[in-house]
T-cell receptor, first 114, second 112 residues
Framework: DSGVTQTPKHLITATGQRVTLRCSPR?????VYWYQQSLDQGLQFLIQ???????AKGNILERFSAQQFPDLHSELNLSSLELGDSALYFC?????????????FGEGSWLTVV | GQQLNQSPQSMFIQEGEDVSMNCTSS?????WLWYKQDPGEGPVLLIA?????ELTSNGRLTAQFGITRKDSFLNISASIPSDVGIYFC????????????FGKGTKLTVNP
């Protein structure tokens, strides 16, 4: 158990809909990362938050957005869903500290768009 | 953007054999991480490397941070069936970005 909690574990929704994925980082971790993993693809970095503020942005679509709340949990919002958005979405959090910190992953949220 | 080339893409080995996989990059990294992912699960950190030339072991796993800072390898000795899974390398570059770049993974199959 990495200590990173993600909900829901599985989600099936229709095209055009909007969903919210939730993440609770490890206790004490200030940074939260979101990654997307499609079938046969590696992990694609979407976005990172640190203590409530956006820190880095990757290949995140404009239809997607995220935020980190004062209690440090984070939500990833996916809207106008398309079939190609079906993927495993991971949240990860980091150790306190800067240089050399590692990243711990949650178990992921399986999103299926039909 | 930054790319990591991970090889091999897949491996089929017999139980007891040793395994080696590696990652290379055109960019210099200041951190290399190796993860294992089981089906339907999140990646689990195996080994973290922070200095060029660093060699670190975790049980039967050994990983090294290349001297050039552009590569890393992971070795698994005396493989067992539970080693099956996908192994990912990940690197963080020097500079302000904190995001990790992942390789596409090496899928390991171990035949009993």
């Amino acid at each position: 158990d990495s200590g990173v909690t993600q909900t829901p574990k599985h989600l099936i929704t229709a095209t055009g809909q909007r969903v919210t994925l939730r993440c609770s980082p490890r206790s004490g971790d200030l940074s939260v990362y979101w990654y997307q993993q499609s079938l046969d693809q590696g992990l694609q970095f979407l976005i990172q938050y640190y203590n409530g503020e956006e820190r880095a942005k990757g290949n995140i679509l404009e239809r997607f957005s995220a935020q980190q709340f004062p209690d440090l949990h984070s939500e990833l919002n996916l809207s106008s869903l398309e079939l190609g958005d079906s993927a495993l979405y991971f949240c990860a959090s980091t150790d306190r500290g800067g240089f050399g910190n590692t990243i711990y992953f949650g178990e992921g949220s399986w999103l299926t768009v039909v | 953007g930054q790319q990591l080339n991970q090889s091999p893409q897949s491996m089929f080995i017999q139980e007891g054999e040793d395994v080696s996989m590696n990652c290379t990059s055109s960019s210099i990294f200041n951190t290399w991480l190796w993860y294992k992912q089981d089906p339907g699960e999140g990646p689990v950190l195996l080994i973290a490397l922070y200095k060029a030339g660093e060699l670190t072991s975790n049980g039967r796993l050994t990983a090294q941070f290349g001297i050039t800072r552009k590569d890393s390898f992971l070795n698994i000795s005396a493989s067992i069936p539970s080693d099956v899974g996908i192994y990912f390398c990940a690197g963080r570059t020097q500079g302000g970005s904190e995001k990790l770049v992942f390789g596409k993974g090496t899928k390991l199959t171990v035949n009993p």
